[in-house]
C-alpha cells in the first residue's frame, strides 16, 4: 500500500499530541487523517472511517485506550492499532500486545519512531 493512501486515526486526549501527530502524518504524505479526543470516540471514529491504521493514547478519559482497542478489534480482528504511553509502559505495553496492538510508542513519541511504524505497515 502507498502512504499516501493509507487513512489514519489518530486518538489522543491531548490536542497537542494530535496536532503534532497530524503534522508528521501530512508531511510523510498521508491526507486522510481523522482524530478522536477519547476512546469512546476512537471506537465510533473507526467504525464510521475504517482507518487503516491507528494510533492511541492508552491513558484517556471516558473509555481507555486498552478498552478502546479491545472493542475495535471486537468489531474488526484486522484493525491495526499503536498503542502510545508514558505512564508504565512495560505493563501497559503487555497489556496492549495482548489485545492485539499492532506496535506500541513511548511518549513523547519520536518523529523517526513514528516513520519506523509506517514504513513497517506499509510493506506488509
Given amino acids: 500500500m502507498k502512504i499516501s493512501e493509507i487513512k489514519v486515526l489518530i486518538c489522543d486526549d491531548s490536542i497537542l499530541v494530535r496536532k503534532k501527530l497530524t503534522e508528521l502524518l501530512k ?3 498521508i491526507t486522510a487523517i ?4 477519547d476512546g469512546n470516540q476512537a471506537v465510533e471514529q473507526h467504525k464510521t472511517h475504517n482507518p ?6 492508552i491513558v484517556m ?3 481507555t485506550g486498552l478498552e478502546a482497542l479491545e472493542e475495535i478489534r ?3 480482528p484486522a484493525a491495526k ?9 512495560q ?5 496492549a500486545i495482548k489485545a492485539g496492538a499492532f506496535d506500541f ?9 513514528v516513520y519506523k511504524i509506517l514504513n513497517t505497515f506499509t510493506k506488509e
Fill in 74 to 76: 471486537a468489531n474488526n
Fill in 61 to 63: 478519559p471516558e473509555k
Fill in 34 to 37: 481523522y482524530e478522536a479526543k
Fill in 27 to 29: 508531511g510523510a504524505g
Fill in 91 to 95: 505493563s501497559n505495553l503487555t497489556a
Fill in 81 to 89: 492499532v499503536v498503542m502510545a504511553s508514558t505512564i508504565g509502559t
Fill in 52 to 57: 487503516d491504521l491507528t494510533f492511541m493514547d
Fill in 105 to 113: 510508542l513511548q511518549k513523547p513519541v519520536q518523529d523517526e519512531d
